[in-house]
C-alpha cells in the first residue's frame, strides 16, 4: 500500500495539490558558489528503533550538497511563499556572506535570515529517518507565522573558507522522566548547523523553555564563540565585524549538546552530516 504524501507546511495531498522536490540548499548555490564539491561525505548515526542497535553510516554520495531534495512539499508551497517569502529576501546577504564578503546586517535582515534558517534547518530534517525533530504543527507554524518556532535560538558567524558544506542536524530527545508525571510526552529539538563558504548559521530549536533551559552549558559554549545571535533578537551589524571562526570550531559547537551532556534528560539522538 502506497502511504498518501502530505506536503508538510499546508498539509494538503494529492491530487489536490502537486507533491514536488524541495531543495534543502538551492541548487541556485551550485551557480553563486562555483567551487563547491560535487560531493557529500555522508555520516549519520542513529539508533535503530526495532534493534535498539546504534547505526554508523559513513559513505561518499557523488552529488553536490546543493542537489539534495526532499520529497515532502508541494508545488504550490515550493514556488509560492518558499521562494518568494523565504529565499529570495535573504539572497543579497546569503551571496556576500557565502562568498566571504562584506554586507551590513540589520534586525530586518536577522529576521529574515533567521527564517530562513529556521525553514532550511526544519526541511533539512526530513532526510533522516523518522521521528522528525520538527512536528507538523511547527511546520504549520514556520508557514502561517513566517518565524521561527517559540524556543528557537539563532547563531550567526564568519567561519574559515572551506570549499565542502558542512551541514549537521543533531536532534535532540527531551525524556521527562518526572515521577509523578509519567505519561509526559518525549518530545524532540534539534541543532542544525549550516556551513556554506564563510557563511555559518547554528539553529538550536527547542520544544519547550524547560528543554532550552537545560541545554544552558551548550548555550554557554555559543556565548563563548565569536558569532552574533541573531535570533530572538536581531541586531546591526557588518558581516565582516565579526573575526572568523575556524572550521574545527564550527564542529565543535555543531555537536556541543553531544560534548557537554548537560544532563541525562537531554540525549543526543540522531545526527547527519553533509
Ligand atoms: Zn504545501
Known sequence: MQIMKVCVFCGKSPPEVKITREHVLRNRFNKVFTHAWGEMDWNQKYVDKTTGEFIVVNRKIPQSPFDQTINDVCKI???????????????????????????KVDVEACALLSRWSAKTAAVRGLVDPPPYATTAEEFRWLMEE????????????????????????????????????????????????????????????????????????????????????????????NFHDLPEISHSWVVHLSSTTNDAKPKPLVVWFAGADI
Open 77 to 103: 508551497c515550493n514556488e509560492g511563499w518558499l521562494n518568494v517569502q523565504v529565499e529570495q529576501p535573504v539572497e543579497k546577504y546569503l551571496d556576500c556572506m557565502v562568498l566571504g564578503k562584506d554586507v
Open 146 to 237: 513566517l518565524k521561527p518556532i517559540p524556543n528557537t535560538h539563532i547563531w550567526l558567524g564568519r567561519s574559515e573558507a572551506r570549499t565542502k558544506t558542512y551541514v549537521r542536524h543533531l536532534k535532540l530527545k527531551h525524556v521527562c522522566s518526572y515521577v509523578y508525571m509519567p505519561r509526559m510526552p518525549t518530545t524532540y529539538g534539534h541543532l542544525t548547523t549550516i556551513a556554506i563558504g564563510n557563511m555559518v548559521v547554528f539553529v538550536l530549536a527547542c520544544s519547550s523553555t524547560k528543554m532550552f533551559n537545560e541545554l544552558q552549558m551548550t548555550v554557554n559554549e555559543f556565548k563563548k564563540a565569536p558569532l552574533k545571535k541573531i535570533y530572538p533578537e536581531g541586531l546591526n551589524f
